[in-house]
């Protein structure tokens, strides 16, 4: 499958998140793509360079003053003190119920309040580069999509899912899948279907297209009463206004077993399949994987051959995007088997 992969994610490379107030290296760690990148040149997949600018694209999906902040964070974090080049910054206040977020602080680590979710989405010095050349990407499989491809995939780090309209979260800064979904509109697709299958909810996806019926979301995802991130993902969650009926939301609880998962798939591709969809993007997670270390569903490495097989009967131009996935050494794998499987249906 004609891939497009990010030259630039080694840059976003932060030391250590947080698990229950202690620093622990990072999940989303560089080695993830490059196992990816790995397995597809193995198994004979090409890699591209990205080819598109997705500047007019990001302004489209988010908002203008966290695309000028997240630009200039790395400096500003320099300029707060002496010394934080060899630190990773953290969030000082967040804006919670009450607070105003309408006025933008100065001080660098109070706005990462104001444009961070969760503390769990540390920046560092290349972040900016690398999800900008991350959404470059993304908009490229889209554009090779719009000009009649079957399918191309977005090899891509930091991942983009969490990322809402004015905020980061989840490892994700930019929206690479709203990217991507945008793109296929701008260049004539009428309707657009986003399907997320990585084990967390894509609530950045979900609330940037929440009021447009142009745009469908759908989410298989652990049940967010106990999975990450906790406060969006909800089978009521409909959509709003416009949008109203165009959010599919599949919660699942933690512990579900693969044959479950594949009846909440078929679900999906239903709705989907109604949509009367001209384009699909997927966001695709493999932490629905077994042994992945932060996510609790059961698929095998050679299920993900039926995911691909699966999305394929759809019929539908379709673009795959990277999302989360953090049994480093299986990734790849598993993210290539989705793919041919995909090929080997069409
Ligand atoms: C991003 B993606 C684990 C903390 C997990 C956030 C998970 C983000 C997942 N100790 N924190 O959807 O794969
Ligand atoms: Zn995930």
Same mark, same amino acid.
């Given at each position: ?21 202690? *620093? ?6 560089? +080695? *993830? ?17 990205? =080819?598109?600018?997705?500047?007019a ?5 988010? +908002? ?8 200039? /964070? ?9 010394g ?14 009450t607070? *105003?977020?309408?006025? !933008?602080p ?13 503390n769990?989405?540390?920046?560092? =010095? ?11 990407? +993304? ?37 690479n899948? +709203? ?5 296929? *509109? ?29 745009? #469908? ?9 106990? !999975? ?8 009521? =969650?409909t959509?709003?206004?416009?949008g ?30 109604g949509?009367?969809?001209?384009? #699909? ?8 994987f !077994? ?16 995911v691909? !097989? ?17 049994? /480093?050494?299986? #990734?790849?794998?598993?993210a ?5 499987g995909? =090929?080997?249906?069409?």
């Amino acid at each position: 499958m004609l891939t497009f992969h990010n030259p630039l994610h080694h840059g976003h490379a932060p030391v250590h998140e947080f698990f229950r107030g202690e *620093r622990v290296p990072c999940f989303e760690k560089p +080695a *993830r793509a490059d196992y990816v990148e790995a397995a597809l040149k193995a198994r004979g997949h090409a890699l591209q360079a990205p =080819e598109q600018n997705s500047s007019a694209v990001l302004g489209q999906v988010h +908002a203008p003053r966290y695309l000028a902040f997240l630009r200039e /964070a790395w400096a500003q974090w320099l300029a707060l003190d002496a010394g934080n080049a060899a630190c990773q910054p953290f969030p000082s206040v967040w804006p919670v119920r009450t607070l *105003r977020s309408d006025v !933008e602080p100065d001080n660098f680590v109070a706005k990462l309040g104001l444009y961070s979710m969760d503390n769990g989405s540390p920046l560092a =010095e290349g972040t900016w580069v690398a999800a900008k050349a991350g959404a470059d990407a +993304a908009l490229s499989a889209a554009m090779r999509v719009a000009q009649g491809l079957r399918a191309a995939f977005c090899c891509t780090r930091p991942p983009g899912h969490h990322a809402g309209p004015d905020f980061m979260g989840g490892y994700c800064f930019l929206n690479n899948a +709203a990217v991507a979904a945008q793109g296929l *509109r701008n260049a004539g697709a009428a309707r657009v279907a986003v399907l997320d299958v990585d084990y967390h909810h894509g609530n950045g996806t979900q609330a940037i297209f929440y009021d447009r019926a142009d745009v #469908l979301f759908a989410s298989i995802h652990g049940d967010p009463r106990t !999975e990450y991130p906790f406060y969006l993902g909800h089978a009521d =969650e409909t959509g709003a206004g416009q949008g109203e009926g165009f959010n599919l939301n599949l919660p699942l609880p933690a512990g579900t077993p693969a044959p479950a998962w594949f009846a909440a798939l078929d679900s999906a591709c239903a709705r989907i399949a109604g949509h009367r969809a001209d384009a #699909l993007v997927v966001s695709l997670g493999l932490d629905t994987f !077994e042994g992945d270390p932060i996510s609790r569903f059961a698929l095998a490495s050679g299920d993900f051959f039926r995911v691909g !097989e699966r999305l394929a009967r759809l019929g539908l131009p379709t673009v795959f995007v990277l999302e989360g996935g953090y049994a /480093a050494a299986e #990734l790849g794998t598993n993210a290539v088997n989705v793919l041919e499987g995909f =090929e080997g249906a069409g």
